[in-house]
């Protein structure tokens, strides 16, 4: 089991940039491929990013494609969600994710573990 604790959201206006952070404890964290998924109201959780184990291989929504970046400190048991030139349609309760599938996973059912969310709001 892991636990998993989210940080660094917040309020910023359009074309600004956030990063979240995503601490676990419980087992090192290279046990698990870690992802990033958003909710906002009225709307179904989706996927935003992931990264396996190691940090080789990364997977992206289109729609962040080229703004935001996943990345994992697995010494420290961090993985972290750089987001710039953030836009209104990003706004959203973030959430980290762990997962013990063999290959990168793109779907939430997939992921066992979940962190209490951090909410990102973006005006414009």
């Known amino acids: 089991q892991v636990q998993l604790v989210e940080s660094g959201g917040g309020s910023v206006q359009a074309g600004g940039s956030l990063r979240l952070s995503c601490a676990a404890s419980g087992r090192t964290s290279n046990t698990y491929i870690m992802g990033w998924f958003r909710q906002a109201p009225g709307k179904e959780r989706e996927f935003v990013a992931a990264?396996?184990?190691?940090?080789?291989?990364?997977e992206y929504v289109d729609s962040v494609k080229g703004r935001f970046t996943i990345s994992r400190d697995n010494a420290k048991n961090t993985v972290d969600l750089q987001m710039n030139s953030l836009k209104p349609e990003d706004t959203a309760l973030y959430y980290c994710a762990a997962s013990m599938a063999v290959a990168v996973r793109v779907d939430p059912a997939h992921f066992g573990s979940w962190g209490q969310g951090t909410q990102v709001t973006v005006s414009s």
């Open positions: 990264i396996s184990r190691m940090g080789s291989r990364t």
